[in-house]
């Protein structure tokens, strides 16, 4: 069965950091195109990074060098680095196997909830 | 950028209804859309990949069309269970979600 823990949310200051992390099973994250997605309480869905096959990373502006995606392959994982974090970055955070992969099997987590609040 | 617009952002209909939903990218992605459904509470859900292709184990009501600029997701017959949230996804350029659209049950 494929499927996507989150684990890693946290209440955090503005200004903190904080890492999610992703854990596959049922396939490998290496071979696949792996994003983070968000969303805000109340609010619709916003797609916040991607990390390619090849390696390749892209991000939203909003999050633009800031945050950091990356995996392990050993450990069959995949990151979000987050820094300098706002209060407008509180959301719940979903990990996916992202469409450009190629169906089926499209999974995503059930998300973790990071709240910026002073 | 590229931006996506669904319409509509609310709907009602009856158990038994087709129903349609629309999203219009600001430039062409081909056929690289995706179609998702969202519960309250819960993880969305993906439907449909490559703007037609069912994912497996999603209802064969639900189907989706389009290419270029101009997608659609149909429900031919609306059912209880079908009322959520439905979001649009390109992954042409990037990655850009539409506003989502409410389907509601009458």
């Known amino acids: 069965e494929l499927q996507l823990v989150e684990t890693g949310g946290n209440l955090i200051h503005p200004g903190g950091s904080l890492r999610l992390s992703c854990a596959a099973s049922?396939?490998?994250?290496?071979?696949?195109?792996m994003s983070w997605v968000r969303q805000a309480p109340g609010r619709g869905l916003e797609w916040v990074s991607v990390?390619?096959?090849?390696?390749?990373?892209y991000y939203a502006d909003s999050v633009k060098g800031r945050f950091t995606i990356s995996r392990d392959n050993s450990k069959n994982m995949v990151y979000l680095q987050m820094g300098g974090l706002r209060v407008d970055d509180t959301a719940v955070y979903y990990c996916?196997?992202?469409?450009?992969?190629?169906?089926?099997?499209?999974?995503w987590g059930q998300g973790t909830t990071v709240t910026v609040s002073s | 950028d590229i931006q996506m617009t669904q319409s509509p952002s609310t709907l009602s209909a009856s158990v038994g209804d087709r129903v349609t939903i629309t999203c219009r990218a600001s430039?062409?992605?081909?056929?690289?859309l995706a179609w998702y459904q969202q519960k309250p509470g819960k993880a969305p859900k993906l439907l449909i990949y490559?703007?037609?292709s069912l994912e497996g184990g999603v209802p064969s009501r639900f189907s989706g069309s389009g290419s270029v600029t101009e997608f659609t997701l149909t429900i031919s017959s609306l059912q209880p269970d079908d009322s959520a949230t439905y979001y649009c996804?390109?992954?042409?350029?990037?990655?850009?979600f539409g506003q989502g659209t409410k389907v509601e049950i009458k």
């Open positions: 996916a196997r992202d469409p450009d992969s190629g169906g089926p099997g499209l999974v």
């Open positions: 049922g396939f490998t994250v290496g071979n696949n195109f």
């Open positions: 990390i390619y096959r090849d390696g390749a990373t």
């Open positions: 430039q062409s992605i081909v056929r690289w």
């Open positions: 490559e703007a037609s």
């Open positions: 996804q390109q992954y042409h350029n990037y990655r850009t």
